[in-house]
């Protein structure tokens, strides 16, 4: 009982000493870590090339995990000590931490029920220490989930000045890594050993960097909205043109990366930002309108042959094939099943496998019945259907249900919330979209939670306040 008591006074003596706003600077430190991880793991694979004859993608890979597994557990300290710490300073208790989330965020419950849940289906899987820790190149085990819970809650953490300093970290490295996309397209040597096997540095999949652009390009165009309004200040001047001509250079490098899914969350993205835009501010300028103006433009530069993708077709083409598609699965016309590259197949294959066992799933990040035969032949390529696969059907409504309300409780008080909040809305939006088609990828779902993060912070941000 001492110890205990020793343990605990040890913990809120951390926390005091410490303080609230060093734990704000560790959060925003890490966070930038996770925002550079990118560029440190295009540097392994750079010296790798150059040292070791053999190239192996696949200890690329893990060099890769083991950067970004360094950050989140250090975020998982920082985070648990900073929760812990600060209840038992207060001399509260969990009951009390619980009825502050009921009160102020009441859609986390979901996912801290979904937390919960997953126990009991990793303690149910075939391969309980795999369904923990994970077996697949996803990396999506039950840890990992720990992970980005405690990711999203050291984003949360950030103050105003912090998130503004995260998210232009976060514009550079995107702008470097579609310079490395670019390197590809037209062979610049440098450049061109910063890539994986197949993809983009740490992204080693055009899909998975097509996602991580699906977030990333809304955030651009946001910025630059949210800056050309403060027309008095020269330096806000100079960032509106950096963000736009982001957007511009990212936008080519995925219209080169050709991944659908992603193209739709980044369309989608821009049409809820302008609907978010237009309900707040009323009336909408022609620059409102410039990243579509920009996204059609290089849509239509690929569609007449200037841009080609490395996969060896357009966007254009791609979505005359994506239109044909959908056409076909409407009509279940023969050979339906291969639309989306195959993907109406692999859905198929999915709902099958979770009515076989609905409630528990088979474990995250397991694909595998009890006699250890794979139920799918590789992962759905839609992230919903995976959480059910993984968790059962009552995984997937706490999953849905958290955002769901989420987003229903931001909207409701959208002329509330300082537009920055809604920029990084249609971050997760545009994720989201390109999930509907995706799977979710360690290294790419973090950056979700970052968003989600910094969403739940409502702080006035008076600086970048449009409505003063």
């Not at 997953?118 to 990992?144: M, N, P």
């Not at 819970?149 to 000045?161: D, H, K, P």
């Not at 841009?307 to 966007?315: C, D, R």
Request: net charge neutral; proline share 3%; glycine share 8%.
């Amino acid at each position: 009982m001492l110890n205990k008591l020793k343990e605990v006074s040890a913990l809120a003596y951390i926390y005091e000493k410490i303080g609230e706003e060093k734990f704000q600077e560790y959060a925003e430190g890490l966070i930038i870590l996770l925002c550079i991880t990118p560029v440190l793991s295009g540097f392994v694979n750079y010296v790798m090339l150059l040292d070791v004859p053999s190239y192996d993608p696949y200890l690329y890979n893990d060099a890769c995990l083991l950067i970004s597994e360094i950050g989140f557990v250090l975020m998982l300290s920082v985070f648990m000590i900073y929760v812990v710490g600060k209840t038992l300073y207060n001399r509260g208790n969990i009951v009390e931490v619980i009825n502050r989330i009921k009160q102020r965020e009441p859609w986390l419950l979901f996912w801290l029920c979904l937390l919960l849940w997953g126990i009991i289906t990793s303690v149910s899987a075939v391969d309980i220490r795999g369904a923990f820790v994970g077996v697949t190149e996803l990396s999506s085990g039950y840890v990992s989930h720990v992970f980005m819970i405690c990711l999203m809650g050291c984003a949360y953490l950030v103050n105003c000045e912090g998130r503004m300093r995260i998210v232009k970290v976060h514009v550079i490295v995107a702008d470097f890594l579609a310079m490395v996309m670019l390197s590809l397209e037209y062979n610049i040597p440098f450049f061109y050993n910063f890539t994986g096997y197949c993809g983009c540095s740490v992204f080693t999949n055009s899909n998975h960097y097509g996602y991580y652009l699906a977030m990333s390009l809304p955030l651009m165009a946001g910025m630059f909205y949210v800056n050309i309004e403060e027309t008095q200040d020269s330096k806000k001047g100079i960032w509106s043109i950096i963000y736009i001509l982001s957007f511009a250079i990212n936008m080519w490098a995925m219209v080169i990366n050709d991944c659908m899914g992603g193209f739709l969350g980044v369309f989608f993205a821009l049409v809820f930002m302008l609907i978010f835009w237009k309900i707040r501010r009323r009336k909408l300028g022609f620059y409102h309108f410039l990243p579509m103006i920009i996204l059609i433009i290089f849509v239509y530069l690929s569609y007449i042959g200037v841009i080609k993708s490395l996969l060896g077709t357009t966007t254009g083409t791609s979505l005359a094939v994506l239109l044909q598609d959908i056409f076909n699965v409407a009509g279940r016309k023969v050979g339906y099943e291969k639309a989306g590259s195959n993907r109406i197949l692999l859905w198929k294959q999915a709902i099958e496998a979770i009515s076989n066992r609905p409630i528990l799933g088979y474990g995250p990040d397991m694909m595998y019945d009890r006699w250890g035969q794979p139920v799918v032949s590789m992962t759905p390529h839609n992230e919903f259907l995976e959480c059910a696969l993984f968790m059962g059907i009552p995984g997937l409504v706490m999953y849905l249900g958290g955002l769901i309300y989420l987003f229903v409780n931001r909207v409701r008080k959208l002329k509330e919330l300082p537009f920055i909040t809604l920029v990084f809305a249609c971050s997760v939006i545009g994720y989201q979209i390109s999930a509907f088609f995706g799977v979710r990828k360690f290294h790419t779902v973090a950056y979700l939670f970052m968003f989600i993060g910094f969403l739940l912070n409502k702080e006035q941000d008076k600086e970048n306040s449009l409505d003063e």
